[in-house]
């Protein structure tokens, strides 16, 4: 995948900057795969690397479309943001942005907090994507 990491089963780890409009048909691409896998899964997500508009319009088109599958499976999208100060701020933001999105979102200061966050809210869940079921 060019765009997400498996760094655990069910924890994917997004990486790279989407900056064209092809970037965003593969990431959109290789996230309907991830729906299509039909187990519940844990996004982690670098808070700075935001799809230029380019690529953004076929994510934000996809993502309407597909809003009653990504609330079914996607246990939580983690934003990782070292800065203390930035974190508060995007915090405080959360609440607004929860009303737009069909699954919940966190803050993590760090990879390794933001992994140990995806397992907790992949709870019983692990089991069964792990086992492939």
Known sequence: MKFF???????????????TEQDGRDWVAEY???LQRERPFAVIVQ???????PA??????????RKAELGRWVRVT???IA???????????????AKASPYPMALAADEPGAIAQA???LGDAAPDAAAGN
């Open 5 to 19: 990491h498996e760094a655990e089963p069910g924890i994917l780890v997004s990486k790279g900057v989407l900056t």
């Open 32 to 34: 309907d795969a991830l």
């Open 47 to 53: 808070a700075g690397d935001r799809p230029l508009p």
């Open 56 to 65: 953004g319009k076929p994510m934000i088109l996809w993502m309407k479309a």
């Open 78 to 80: 983690i934003f990782i």
């Open 83 to 97: 800065d203390a100060a930035e974190r508060a701020g995007m915090a405080a933001s959360l609440p607004g942005r």
């Open 119 to 121: 397992r907790a809210s």
